[in-house]
């Protein structure tokens, strides 16, 4: 690698990707790498907070697979920010796949505590026919375009004899338990119902070995290293940009000009552009000058965008047991098997699958995290503070039975409202390929004689199969830094050839 390398890269964005891109470059000796960022904050869907004395997580909370396989976690490592019982060898081996084992209790909508044993049919059912989507189009595809179809009538065709002598109630229950698993992998998967994700498109994903954990003293910690081995002038914040101009040159000199909301105008080598996939579908048509290729539009509409929030709940003391990592919610007053409700302005508050019980070193401290996705989470989002919390502290009345238990403080996330994000992380939508995650990594131009790598894409959305992820962000940006610095060592010295 030539060492000083003085090619101007904007970096637009400076969530995990964007951050993760400038480190490589300036450790490799780029000298002239400006990040663009919209909000006043580094980040992105990166976001520690408070509710009340307890730590929170807006945002990410989780490393999915702490191994060595996970730069996340060796970053995290490195840096000092994992508990030790993280780093231990056990609990890197465990190969859980996306489901950490949980201690659950279980509640239903009668008000009833079941005991968690009554329910592991109905788990093990659901994660058995998770692990084992049909990964390859077959025959059987054709009737099950969606993991949502596949799930629900493979549990119909398999209940329906192996429950069979089993009471209506417990059916009923049992039924419920699945569809508060459906509800969940929404969340998982930040879709509205799972029969909007693509049942082959859904196997692309991989997981890392680990039992997942959080950061104890949150994930902002891991932001906030990689930003203090940067330069303090590096990022440009409350900098959205408008506009990029690329495929010619305004000054005869660059070949893209980033043009901010506030008219500036900035000439680089090379952009690299790592703002949500929602805020691409939402604004490519004014983002890109001249409009992006078709291949690239065609992945943007291809892979899908959805919205998952979480509810924190403080309460001044505990209602679940001691041991308790997650509350699961079972309605038993539903006849279908469903991910989604009818009348959601009326029944949002249905969609919610769950509550994490929060971690804190805090002492007293007692706090819930709900999870909602979809529409119903969108709809969330518009509604006063009041209102939600009318309709959490009802249904946990309704739960536990228990009038006597008040919420103390309440505060949801809006990632749909959010004008920089306009969701929450990406998903394989029906007919979503490998080739559309391929696409969306492309650098621009794609061919002809311009000056190469003038427009380059990273982000959680294109990664092939770690999207959705911190450490699929993470590693998005390296591989476009590490593109360009193959590209500057093959045609070094290259400033003075690649300009002139
Ligand atoms: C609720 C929630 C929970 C999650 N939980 C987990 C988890 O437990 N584990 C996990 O691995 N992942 C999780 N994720 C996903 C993870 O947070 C993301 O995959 C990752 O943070 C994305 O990083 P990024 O750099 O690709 O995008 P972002 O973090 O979104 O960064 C993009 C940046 O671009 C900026 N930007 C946008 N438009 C412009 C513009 N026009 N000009 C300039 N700047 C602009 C934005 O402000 C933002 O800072 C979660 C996400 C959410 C929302």
Known sequence: MAENVDAKIVIIGCGIAGIAAAHRLVKSGFTNVQILEATGRSGGRIKTGRLGNTMIEIGAAFIHGPSEENPVFCLARDYNLLDPKTLTPENQAVDVGEYPPLVPNWF?????????????????????????????????????????????????????KRWKDKDKHTR?????????MLKEECCSSATHSLEDLDLVGFSMYLSIKGVDCTFPSGSEGLISNLMSELPADLVSYSRPVRCVHWGCSESGVNAVTVECEDGEKINADH???TVSLGYLKKHHSTLFSPPLPGQKLKSIEKIGFGTCDKIHVEFESRWWDADCEIIYLVWDDEKDISDHVSDISKNWVRKISSFNVVESSERGSHVLCGWISGHEAEHMETLPEQEVRRSITELIHRFTGDLTIIPKRIECTRWFHDPWTLGSYCHPAI??????????????????????????????ATHPCYYSTLHGALLSGWREADRLISHYSKTSPLHSDQKS
């Open 108 to 160: 239903t909508s009668s008000g009833q505590k079941v005991n968690p044993d009554d329910m592991n049919p109905a788990l093990d059912l659901f994660h058995v026919l998770l692990e084992n989507t049909p990964q390859s189009k077959s025959h059987k595809q054709r009737s099950w375009p969606s993991v949502g179809d596949f799930l629900r009538s493979e549990v119909r065709r398999r209940t329906a």
């Open 172 to 180: 009923q229950l049992l039924l419920g338990a699945i569809s508060t």
């Open 431 to 460: 007919g979503c390929s490998a080739q559309n995650f391929k696409n969306m990594m492309e650098p621009l131009p794609t061919r002809g004689k311009q000056q190469p790598l003038q427009v380059m894409f990273a982000g959680e």
């Open 271 to 273: 952009v690299i552009v």
